[in-house]
């Protein structure tokens, strides 16, 4: 099959909360931690604007999504919360999770700029743990599973924004590479194939 790779192939592209949700109904479930659940779900019905989702886009379907929140941080500025982050179960433990995370942490903080001073999650999931460790989110302290990141100097700023483009460039590179290979070599193969 003669596959044609988009301009904008593993880019993140907003979609409406319904789809988001439905995208949760269809693949939310883990062998780690059972279901999982938004803690936006009402807020994504609403369409509120301070919430939102957004799809990976590959040449044939989306295989991920991510949604989060924004809102006012009492000491001023804005903080951000990853929600849920979803990939299509025959795709997972391939880095696509960490590709959306990064793409989402990029889009935050370009849209944002500095007036983005924190971005937090619950990362109950492990992949979701070992990601934001490794960008160096820190675990609140006791049991539960709350990472958050404080941007509040240029310096942090700056650091967590080096540390991200250099996750989003290996894991498009490497993505984008696969896409290609099955776009032109006899043998390539679509990493993303029965994708939602």
Not at 2 to 18: A, E, T
Not at 49 to 76: D, N, Q, W
């Amino acid at each position: 099959m003669s596959r044609s790779v988009p301009d904008d192939n593993l880019s993140l592209v907003p979609i409406p909360g319904m789809d988001f949700l439905r995208m949760l109904s269809r693949v939310g479930r883990s062998a780690e931690v059972g279901p999982v659940a938004s803690q936006y779900a009402e807020r994504l019905r609403a369409d509120d604007e301070m919430v939102g989702a957004f799809a990976l886009v590959t040449c044939e379907s989306r295989p991920a999504a991510i949604s989060y929140g924004i809102h006012k941080s009492p000491r001023g500025g804005m903080s951000a919360r990853l929600d849920t982050v979803l990939v299509d179960p025959k795709i997972r433990r391939g880095g696509v999770g960490a590709l959306v995370m990064a793409l989402l942490f990029e889009r935050l903080l370009t849209d944002l700029g500095e007036d983005l001073i924190n971005i937090s999650t619950m990362a109950v999931h492990p992949a979701v743990a070992h990601v934001v460790e490794a960008a160096g989110f820190e675990r609140a302290p006791g049991r539960t599973p709350l990472y958050s990141m404080r941007l509040g100097s240029d310096e942090a700023h700056d650091s967590f924004a080096a540390r991200n483009r250099t996750v989003l460039t290996r894991r498009q590179g490497y993505l984008k590479t696969q896409c290609l290979n099955c776009e032109h070599k006899p043998w390539g193969k679509p990493w993303c194939e029965g994708a939602a």
